[in-house]
């Protein structure tokens, strides 16, 4: 055996060592378990305070609705938010973890998060995995150096726009974007805006539905409205609610009380400093 | 999509036949009901597909996205929508070559029509018909017709609007789109379309689903055609360029306040 062969750990990125494996069994008839992806219309625009995030709350695994209302504005800074389309794994990871690198940088420097922070944490992780993270965000926040509105690609792209719209749904809200944008809108004006631009997604796109969400940020406040608009309440339920025919009978009853069965060792050594 | 194996079904004089993938190609129509009958609009450029060609025949696969490697606006002068008899008015996107074969089919149809000389013409809904049944017979012999076909005419007062796809699925509507459209435009239309516009509030929401298109849909250009048709006739204006708008202050300078991001 030679020495030289050491085990190195593995430097990060994926190993694709099962890929072979996988497309033997796909070619067998055997498919891997389809993933939850978010389907989605995320919409973010700037408007003369600040920065208005919307998006839809439908989650799909295939074509099953496997959440009706989940949430896809993930906070990222006080003064950042992040919406994710793609697959819900991807986005939730990507998010939480420059979430946390973020919280870091302002412990190290003492200072507010900046928007292009996000950004390029953000985009330097997707590029690394050269889109196999499949994560498309659009990040908006408010900043010292003002409103930044981005979009981020699975490849790692990005864009700084004044309104942008990503998902499935993107077609239908940018449709509305076009049309209705212009600069210097008030608040009331962009949140009506956005909440259109995702109805148009919700109701002309079938991976996107349930309600809509939103979050204003605005130079030192921000507003998270959750569920801000509901046009797919459930409207007819039964008034009898659900009474279950037969209760499970109870044949035996046995308690074991666990106490004697774990020892707690009282005096124990104190932790190293 | 057609896959290899009906090569051996169909013999060997099929395989010269068989449109698989498009050439030149149409991008959008949108078309409406308003007040007096229909109104329909496209753009006028044509896209020509460079694809793999192997002994001077083209490699024959199903999906052109595998085997084009780009494209080109060659054509800009292409009359996407056409009268059809004293009625109808059909427009079409896709393969340009496949919707000219679809005007002789018609135009043999009209001729006919007109020789039996008994005062009947055929209306939208008879020729919505045909057109569907020739779309489905041929996707049928794997052989489609590559187009996504716009019909809209009025008859005795009656106002119809139909649209084909490729496969041979049709319906009526009060607004139709094919290819891009039915993504940009009918969320739009869907919201503000009502019954009885007028002629120039229906050619207003046309040219605001137009020019997003011409925004958004990359095989778009910016010369455009409105058709109307009503009971008097039909009349297909000249073609005229929208005004477009880049001066968002954000778009000056997009890197102002993210340095590093582009």
Redesign the interface.
């Known amino acids: 055996m030679s020495t030289s062969s050491v085990e190195l750990p593995p430097k990060g990125g994926f190993s694709f060592d099962l890929c072979k494996r996988n497309e033997m069994l796909a070619k067998k008839g055997a498919n891997p378990p389809s993933f939850r992806k978010t389907g989605t219309t995320i919409v973010g625009l700037i408007f003369q305070d600040g920065v208005i995030l919307g998006a839809d709350t439908r989650a799909t695994a295939g074509s099953i609705v496997c959440d009706k209302n989940c949430e896809k504005i993930h906070y990222m800074a006080p003064n950042i938010y992040c919406c994710g389309a793609g697959t819900a794994a991807d986005t939730e990871a990507v998010t939480d973890m420059v979430n946390s690198q973020l919280q870091l940088h302002r412990y190290h420097t003492g200072r507010e998060s900046r928007v292009v922070t996000a950004l390029t944490l953000l985009k330097s992780h997707l590029f690394k995995y050269q889109g196999h993270v499949q994560a498309a965000l659009v990040l908006g926040g408010v900043d010292v150096t003002g409103p930044h509105l981005h979009t981020i690609y699975p490849h790692g792209s990005t864009d700084t726009l004044p309104f942008a719209t990503m998902g499935s749904g993107s077609l239908a809200a940018m449709a509305v974007f076009e049309s209705k944008y212009r600069e210097g809108l008030s608040k009331e004006e962009g949140i009506n805006l956005v909440c259109e631009a995702i109805c148009a997604g919700i109701f002309n796109d079938l991976g996107s539905g349930s309600n809509v969400d939103l979050c204003v940020i605005t130079k030192g406040h921000k507003e998270y409205l959750r569920n801000y608009q509901v046009p797919n309440h459930r409207a007819h339920i039964s008034s009898k609610g659900f009474t279950f025919p037969k209760k499970t009978e109870v044949l035996l009853t046995k308690i074991t009380p666990l106490d004697e069965k774990v020892e707690v060792i009282e005096a124990g050594d104190a932790m190293e400093e | 999509m057609a896959s290899k194996q009906p090569d051996a079904l169909l013999g060997p004089e099929s395989d010269s036949q068989r449109t698989q993938y498009p050439y030149v190609t149409g991008t959008s129509v949108v078309a409406i009901k308003y007040k007096d009958g229909i109104l329909m609009a496209s753009d006028m450029g044509g896209d020509m597909i460079y694809c793999l060609i192997a002994h001077g025949l083209p490699v024959k696969v199903t999906m052109p996205e595998l085997c084009s490697y780009g494209s080109t606006l060659r054509y800009k002068s292409v009359e996407r929508i056409k009268p059809i008899g004293k009625h109808s008015l059909l427009g079409a996107s896709g393969e340009i070559s496949d919707f000219q074969e679809i005007l002789r089919y018609l135009d043999e149809l009209i001729l006919y029509d007109n020789m039996w000389d008994d005062g009947n013409s055929l209306g939208p809904k008879e020729v919505h018909n045909y057109l569907t049944r020739i779309m489905y017979n041929r996707r049928n012999k794997f052989n489609p017709l590559w187009n996504s076909l716009v019909l809209g005419g009025v008859k005795n007062g009656q106002k119809y609007l139909g649209t084909v796809s490729m496969i041979g699925v049709n319906f009526e509507d009060d607004h139709v789109a094919s290819g ?1 459209g039915n ?6 239309l ?2 503000e379309w009502h019954e009885n516009l007028s002629f120039e509030d229906g050619v207003r929401l046309l040219e ?2 137009m ?2 298109l011409l ?2 849909d990359r095989s778009a250009v910016n010369k455009f055609q409105i058709a109307k048709i009503t009971e008097e006739g039909v009349t297909i204006h000249q073609p005229y360029s929208l005004k477009t708008n880049w001066e ?4 000056q300078n ?2 102002q ?6």
């Open positions: 891009f993504h940009l435009a009918r969320p739009i869907r919201q605001k689903c020019l997003i925004y958004r968002f202050s954000a778009f997009p890197s306040g993210a340095v590093g991001s582009w």
